[in-house]
Each structure stands twice: as structure tokens, then as C-alpha cells.
């Protein structure tokens, strides 16, 4: 199966090139991190829809996602660096 990537609500594709920013301002793609910042290291428990602009939690885009997979990654634990 392959992994699909898309809004919950309205089922907009990202594609490699759309950009979020971070609180800390840093622009990156999400999903390239899993809804981590690579500068500051934020994980973004919920992602905005850059189409229909409602936020859903970040797991949620992820279809055909090892159910395995996505409890540990839900488990994981970030250290914030301040």
C-alpha cells in the first residue's frame, strides 16, 4: 500500500514544495519531519490545511499508515531545546 498524505477535512495533496512556518519562524515541510521543526524541534501535534485552512491533528493527513508505526510515533518524545 502506499502512503497518501492529505487533509482530513477537504483532501488537499500537499505537495514537496508547500512550506508551513514554525512559531520560531523557520519554513520547512512538514512532512518531510513528521510535524517536527528541524530548528527548534516544536513538534506540531496539529497541521493547517494550507487549502481550506482548518488544522487537524498532523497524523491524521497520513493514510495507509502502519497502525504499529503510528502509535510509536505518537509515543515519541521530543526534547524541546530552549
Known amino acids: 500500500m502506499k502512503e497518501e498524505i492529505k487533509c482530513p477535512k477537504c483532501e488537499w495533496e500537499p505537495k514537496s514544495n508547500d512550506k508551513w512556518q514554525c512559531s520560531c519562524l523557520h519554513v520547512w515541510n512538514t512532512f518531510d519531519t513528521g510535524g517536527i521543526c528541524p530548528k527548534c524541534k516544536k513538534r506540531w501535534e496539529d497541521t ?23 502509535e510509536e510515533f505518537e509515543n515519541m518524545k521530543i526534547d524541546i531545546v530552549s
Do not use: I, V
Open 48 to 70: 493547517q490545511c494550507l487549502d481550506c485552512k482548518r488544522w487537524s491533528p498532523h497524523l491524521d493527513w497520513y493514510s495507509n499508515f502502519d497502525k504499529f508505526l503510528k
